[in-house]
């Protein structure tokens, strides 16, 4: 998704002159070309988190389109207080992208893992958020961010990622179903969405049938009802904190619209993350991986 998103990036370059890139002494390989070919619409200032943010606020209010790009926990959480005083407070068409979604950079540590950026993000009024699945909706979600004239985070693995969708135009303010089942429905977003083929094998083998919808934009303001009213049981599932991600806006969805449906979430566990180990060991210690929830799935069934 990362390079994708470069790719887009690089292609309104060429279109929009006021298209600044701000790279927080990231992406080096990934903007070497860039550096070449846009020199005026480019600048590293290093490792300065919120000097970036105070910039790419002053370019948006002298009518620049800015995108700050960095490591996720560089984007939103060091910086903090700029993004919330400097961006969204004063609603600017700023563009964050922060990759390494979730535990992407395990082993790296604590400091590098976005686990808890989702809720983070929510209490920033006017602050768009997208967890794109897959390089299309990855696309589809930067393009969305540039037509708008609010603040955008973009989350974004940095693998390469493949694509799930077959239709490449697909409507990201809508759920999207990649999967149909029948009887119960699992929410995901971003780099999970890569168990998903195992959870449906598993859950195969014991008769159930699920099916899957990705939420490439993390908003209330989905129109869930009509998805939800088709299935019995709701399940979500993240590379986040179980507390504070998809899984509570869609409990705080059915709360404020009186839908009573039984939502489960699946999640980290809302700790520090002191196990060492890459992805997938830290995904089956928190029992996120396919096994773990379609074992849970089941008991959450019987």
Same mark, same amino acid.
């Given at each position: 998704?990362?390079?994708? =998103?470069?790719?887009?990036?690089?292609?309104?370059?060429?279109?929009?002159?006021?298209? +600044?890139?701000?790279?927080?002494?990231?992406?080096?390989?990934?903007?070497? #070309?860039?550096?070449?070919?846009?020199?005026?619409?480019?600048?590293?200032?290093?490792?300065?988190?919120?000097?970036?943010?105070?910039?790419?606020?002053?370019?948006?209010?002298?009518?620049?389109?800015?995108?700050?790009?960095?490591?996720?926990?560089?984007?939103?959480?060091?910086?903090? #207080?700029?993004?919330?005083?400097?961006?969204?407070?004063?609603?600017?068409?700023?563009?964050?992208?922060?990759?390494?979604?979730?535990?992407? +950079?395990?082993?790296?540590?604590?400091?590098?893992?976005?686990?808890?950026?989702?809720?983070?993000?929510?209490?920033?009024?006017?602050?768009?958020?997208?967890?794109?699945?897959?390089?299309? #909706?990855?696309?589809?979600?930067?393009?969305?961010?540039?037509?708008?004239?609010?603040?955008?985070?973009?989350?974004?693995?940095?693998?390469?990622?493949?694509?799930?969708?077959?239709?490449?135009?697909?409507?990201?303010?809508?759920?999207? =179903?990649? +999967?149909?089942?029948?009887?119960?429905?699992?929410?995901?977003?971003?780099?999970?969405?890569?168990?998903?083929?195992?959870?449906?094998?598993?859950?195969?083998?014991?008769?159930?049938?699920?099916?899957?919808?990705?939420?490439?934009?993390?908003?209330?303001?989905?129109?869930?009802?009509?998805?939800?009213?088709? +299935?019995?049981?709701?399940?979500?599932?993240?590379?986040?904190?179980?507390?504070?991600?998809?899984?509570?806006?869609?409990?705080?969805?059915?709360?404020?619209? &009186?839908?009573?449906?039984?939502?489960?979430?699946?999640?980290?566990?809302?700790?520090?993350?002191?196990?060492?180990?890459?992805?997938?060991?830290?995904? &089956?210690?928190?029992?996120?991986?396919?096994?773990?929830?379609?074992?849970?799935?089941?008991?959450?069934?019987?």
């Amino acid at each position: 998704m990362r390079n994708t =998103i470069a790719k887009e990036i690089i292609k309104k370059a060429k279109e929009d002159k006021r298209l +600044y890139l701000i790279a927080g002494d990231a992406g080096l390989g990934v903007w070497d #070309e860039y550096q070449v070919d846009f020199p005026n619409q480019y600048i590293n200032p290093g490792v300065n988190e919120q000097c970036d943010i105070g910039f790419a606020a002053g370019m948006a209010l002298r009518g620049h389109k800015p995108i700050f790009y960095n490591i996720a926990p560089f984007v939103l959480m060091r910086p903090y #207080e700029q993004v919330r005083n400097d961006i969204c407070y004063q609603n600017l068409p700023v563009i964050l992208i922060g990759t390494g979604s979730g535990i992407t +950079y395990a082993p790296a540590g604590h400091t590098h893992y976005v686990v808890e950026d989702i809720g983070l993000a929510r209490t920033m009024p006017n602050l768009d958020i997208f967890s794109p699945a897959d390089p299309i #909706e990855a696309k589809k979600c930067f393009e969305y961010a540039y037509k708008s004239h609010k603040p955008s985070y973009i989350r974004i693995p940095k693998s390469g990622e493949k694509c799930i969708h077959t239709n490449k135009d697909i409507d990201i303010t809508k759920p999207q =179903i990649i +999967y149909q089942g029948k009887d119960n429905i699992l929410f995901v977003h971003s780099s999970i969405v890569d168990e998903v083929e195992s959870i449906i094998s598993f859950l195969k083998e014991e008769g159930v049938s699920i099916t899957i919808a990705t939420v490439p934009m993390l908003s209330t303001s989905y129109n869930f009802k009509e998805i939800l009213e088709d +299935y019995s049981r709701i399940f979500t599932l993240e590379e986040h904190y179980a507390n504070g991600g998809f899984g509570t806006i869609l409990m705080e969805y059915c709360n404020n619209n &009186k839908i009573d449906k039984k939502i489960k979430k699946f999640g980290i566990k809302n700790e520090y993350i002191h196990k060492i180990g890459n992805r997938d060991y830290l995904r &089956k210690y928190y029992g996120i991986d396919a096994k773990s929830i379609a074992q849970s799935i089941l008991q959450e069934l019987l």
